[in-house]
């Protein structure tokens, strides 16, 4: 029987390509031949992750990090009511925070402008009585499993105010009607929702609220808690503005100036950045550029070069440093009415455009 190696790479490259992007990613895990085939001959795989800027229920990409480059999306006009939950494959996932507990949801992609409508959380009918406008995506994160292919949306154990109290995780699979309900460990897994939610390479994760502050992982391919909770690399303080973010593909941890990365395969963080610069929620790391802000209405983007400034300095461990007097280059310069930064008006998220159907 012939082996794939009895083709020359055109040609698998020419069969990889009839297949839809879906089935492209996971077929870079059959073996390098393929998934350097996938990285470097298909298009979306080309394609570097751009800053997706969301001002309320408007979606604008930067083309070019170095040079200032917006341009709008083609998503149908939404209430400024409606935030990002997150992005996966060029697909954007939106929450309405309507009066309904735990809001509305909708997956979208912006390059065609397809939307799927999601079904609502099995618990909203509890709350019915309860009237109230609440920032529910923050307590939604939406992930792609590699492996299988498929688009989860996970909602964690968290409180708001303790008029709503969810107990448990809740996960829906994209294309199915019915959301799942999973128990907490007995240790509990209530979410701190100021510090965030982030799904990397198949996992979940949220910082626990209680005295001994740890990260909880949960596995979206078995839905189940990791066997232990990670502890975070510094002893926080509770006035302390802290939050978990997705760095390189891994997961990250910002207590300004410091960024933490933990490192694969072991429960061990790095310190990557010490940014002493204003910097946007959820992604700020766009390949080698970091995106900065400043002047209430700027985004800034910096990149390292072979002689780096004085203002940006790469220690001997691997540390990248911007300093305060690192103006970076001007990327964006938004307008819009609602430009609160801390308020998270404004959201930066990872985006590469893709055709990809939404019945995945």
Known sequence: MATEQSFSTDVLVEILQKLPPSSRRRARL??????????????????????????????????????????????PAVSHRSYPVGTCNGLLCICYNEARAGGALTVANPATGDTMCLPPLPCAGVFAGRRGYERWDAAYSFAYHPTTG?????????SYDRLYD????????????????????????????????????????????????????????????TSAATP???????????????VH???GFVILPDVWVLERGLQQWSLRYKLHVGIPRPHFVFGDCV?????????????????PPSSWKIEREGVVRVEHGDHGTLVAKMIGRYHYFDGDWYRTLNYVETLEPLSV
Not at 232 to 246: G, I, M, Q, S, T
């Open 249 to 251: 593909g891994r997961l």
């Open 150 to 158: 498929r688009y989860k949306v996970v909602h964690v154990p968290c």
């Open 291 to 307: 995106l900065t802000r400043r002047d209430g209405l700027g985004f800034f983007g910096h990149r390292p070069k072979s002689t």
């Open 232 to 246: 975070l690399p510094r002893l926080l303080d509770k006035h302390l503005n802290y939050h978990l973010k997705e």
């Open 30 to 75: 059959v073996c390098r031949r393929w998934r350097d085939a996938v990285n470097e001959r298909t298009a979306e795989m080309e394609s570097r992750p751009m800053p997706l800027i969301w001002d309320a229920g408007v979606a604008y990409v930067i083309r070019d990090l170095l040079s200032e480059s917006l341009w709008r999306t083609k998503l």
């Open 166 to 225: 969810f107990g448990t995780v809740q996960v829906l699979t994209l294309g199915e009607t019915a959301w799942r309900e999973l128990p907490p460990p007995a240790i509990g897994a209530r979410c701190d929702l100021a510090a965030g939610v982030v799904s990397v390479d198949g996992v979940t994760h949220w910082v626990m609220v209680g005295g001994d502050t740890r990260v909880v992982s949960f596995d979206l391919n078995a839905e189940c808690f």
